[in-house]
């Protein structure tokens, strides 16, 4: 079957630093994204891994082990402005591109 | 260079009506998805359409819902006899035909029926 996991939830201090983890189990991948939902907004991309390792984007990376079926979102610095959800999402293989979806992690930043 | 487009922005129907929603993707995107977010869950696939073809529509309920993106035009997701639990967000999101690995997403339409 397919699953992906992510916390529901989670609180953080202003300029800390905070790892959002993200766990998939899907009939194939072909690349893990991590997108950011503000309330009532659309998602926005935020990383894309498809090889071992780790991307880094300014105050934000995010790691994938396919062997192990996890991925994390790291955000350094954080600012109020980075409360939201954050998103997991798989993409199988195949020619289709479409994505599963984790539930989302919701992030509080907190003065 | 707009962003993806998505209109009404809110639409309100009673049961038994049709909602028409539509999405503009970017310029240069040839490729659409319809996802759809229930309050409180994650968003689902829908549908994938490239002009004038619908690529994997396993997302989809077999009933009343029908999705399309014309040669020229918006794509169009219908759903016919909307019932309460239509009730959703509908996000478009839009991808080029090369560098296929962002979808860049509308602002959604979010529908309420009554």
């Known amino acids: 079957g397919q699953n992906i996991d992510q916390p529901t939830e989670m609180t953080a201090t202003e300029g800390a630093i905070v790892q959002i983890n993200c766990t998939y189990q899907t009939s194939g991948f072909n690349g893990l994204f991590w997108y950011q939902q503000h309330a009532g907004e659309a998602p926005t991309f935020l990383s894309y891994?498809?090889l071992d390792g780790l991307e880094e984007k300014g105050r934000f990376s995010s790691f994938l082990s396919r062997s192990k079926g996890y991925s994390y979102l790291l955000l350094k610095e954080l600012q109020m402005k980075d409360s939201a959800s954050y998103l997991c999402a798989v993409r199988e293989t195949g020619n289709n591109r479409k994505l599963i979806w984790g539930l989302g992690t919701s992030l509080a930043v907190n003065p | 260079n707009a962003g993806v487009m998505q209109n009404p922005r809110h639409l309100v129907r009673r049961r038994g009506q049709e909602a028409r929603l539509r999405c503009s993707p970017m310029?240069?995107?040839?490729?659409v998805y319809w996802y759809r977010q229930l309050p409180e869950e994650g968003l689902k696939f829908m549908v994938y359409l490239q002009k004038e073809n619908i690529i994997d529509e396993s997302g989809m309920p077999k009933e009343r819902f029908s999705a399309e993106f014309p040669k020229e035009g918006p794509s169009i997701l219908r759903i016919q006899q909307v019932v309460r639990g239509d009730s959703a967000a509908y996000f478009c999101?839009?991808?080029?035909?090369?560098?296929?690995?962002?979808?860049?997403f509308g602002p959604g339409t979010r529908l309420t029926v009554t």
């Open positions: 891994n498809v």
């Open positions: 999101a839009s991808s080029p035909p090369v560098h296929e690995n962002e979808q860049y």
């Open positions: 310029k240069g995107h040839s490729h």
